[in-house]
C-alpha cells in the first residue's frame, strides 16, 4: 500500500510539478477556459475520489507498442478497448485480474491489426464475455482467425461496430460508437471504432487508428466529439488528430500509447507539435506506463503505474 501511494504521488508529483494531487474541476470541461487548470491544481483530492464506488475509471494500459484500455463504468459493468499484441497477453490478464475484473461486459477490436486484437483471443478465454463489437471487416491473418476462433468457442455473438450504435445509455452515463461511417476503406486503420464516453460532464474519446478520412467523416457527420480526454489516434501518427478534428475535440488531456523506440517513430513530431500549439496536455504510455483517469463525472484524478 505504501508503494502504491509513494508511487501516485511521485507520479504525480513528476506530472504536475509542484502539486501532491491533481483535480480538474467542471470548469475545465470540453470547451471552456483551460487556463482555469492552474487554479485547482493543488487539490489532494485523489483518494477521496479513489475510494468512493460511483466512479468512472479508465486506464489506459502500458501494453507497448499496442493499444489496450479498460473501462470500469460506476454502474458496476466493463469494458476492455483492444487488447495489444500478441505477446501482451499476459500482462493485460494480470492487470485486469489485479483490478478485480471477472467479466467483461463489453469487448471491443477497434480494428483487426495485430497491435489491436494481438490479445483478444486469450482474453476471451480468461474471462466471462458479454458482448463483442468488432468493425465489420475481416483480415487473413492468423491474429485474426485465433480471435474469431476464441469467439467461436465460447458460442459468443459479434456485433458489428459502427457509427450510431450505442454500447450504454442511461442518464448519466453512455458509450457511444462515432465510427467507422462507411462500410468499405482502403486502410484498415480507417474501420477503427471510435467511441466516446461520457459520464455526466467529463468525456473521453478512444480513437483506435482512426486517420484523417475517418475524422473528417465524424466531423461531418455532426457527431459531438468534444471530450476532456482524447486517446490519440494510431499511436500519435501524423496521418491522424488533424487539426480541425482536434480543434472540435478540444481535450485537456491527450494520451498517446506507442512502445519505447518503436519502428514507426511514433508519436510522430508532427503530432506532438499540433498537442502543443492547442496547449494539450500530453500522457505517452511508453514515458509514463499504465495511465489511470478516475472521475466522479465532475472532477478528475490522475494517477501512473510503471
Ligand atoms: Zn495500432
Do not use: W
Request: proline share 3%.
Amino acid at each position: 500500500m505504501k508503494k502504491i501511494l509513494a508511487l501516485l504521488i511521485l507520479a504525480l508529483l513528476f506530472f504536475t510539478g509542484c502539486a501532491i494531487g491533481k483535480s480538474i474541476t467542471s470548469a475545465e470541461k470540453a470547451g471552456e477556459n483551460k487556463e482555469t487548470l492552474q487554479q485547482v491544481q493543488n487539490t489532494p483530492n485523489i483518494s477521496n475520489l479513489q475510494n468512493r464506488p460511483d466512479t468512472l475509471k479508465v486506464h489506459f494500459l502500458d501494453a507497448g507498442q499496442g493499444d489496450s484500455i479498460l473501462i470500469q463504468f460506476p454502474n458496476g459493468r466493463n469494458m476492455l478497448v483492444d487488447a495489444g499484441k500478441n505477446n501482451s497477453a499476459a500482462g493485460i490478464i494480470d492487470y485486469l485480474k489485479k483490478n478485480g475484473i471477472n467479466k467483461l461486459d463489453y469487448l471491443v477490436g477497434t480494428h483487426p491489426h495485430e497491435d489491436h486484437i494481438g490479445s483478444l483471443d486469450a482474453v476471451i478465454e480468461h474471462f466471462q464475455i458479454g458482448e463483442v463489437l468488432l468493425p465489420r471487416v475481416t483480415t487473413n491473418t492468423r491474429t485474426f482467425r485465433d480471435v474469431l476462433a476464441a469467439i467461436k468457442n465460447k458460442d459468443l455473438k459479434i456485433t458489428a461496430a459502427k457509427a450510431g450504435v450505442n454500447i450504454l445509455e442511461d442518464d448519466n452515463l453512455s458509450a457511444k460508437i462515432l465510427a467507422p461511417n462507411k462500410s468499405t476503406y482502403e486502410d484498415l486503420n480507417n474501420y477503427s471504432a471510435v467511441i466516446k464516453i461520457k459520464y455526466k460532464e467529463v468525456a473521453f474519446l478512444l480513437t483506435g487508428d482512426a486517420e484523417e478520412l475517418s475524422e473528417k467523416e465524424i466531423l461531418a457527420g455532426k457527431a459531438d466529439v468534444r471530450a476532456n480526454v482524447l486517446k490519440v489516434g494510431h499511436h500519435g501518427s501524423h496521418s491522424s488528430t488533424s487539426p480541425a478534428f482536434l480543434k472540435a475535440v478540444n481535450p485537456l488531456y491527450a494520451v498517446i500509447s506507442a512502445g519505447a523506440g518503436n519502428d514507426y517513430h511514433h508519436p510522430h513530431g508532427e503530432t506532438l507539435k499540433r498537442l502543443k500549439q492547442a496547449v494539450v496536455k500530453v500522457l505517452r504510455t511508453d514515458e509514463k506506463g499504465t495511465i489511470v483517469f478516475t472521475t466522479d463525472g465532475k472532477e478528475i484524478a490522475l494517477t501512473t503505474e510503471k
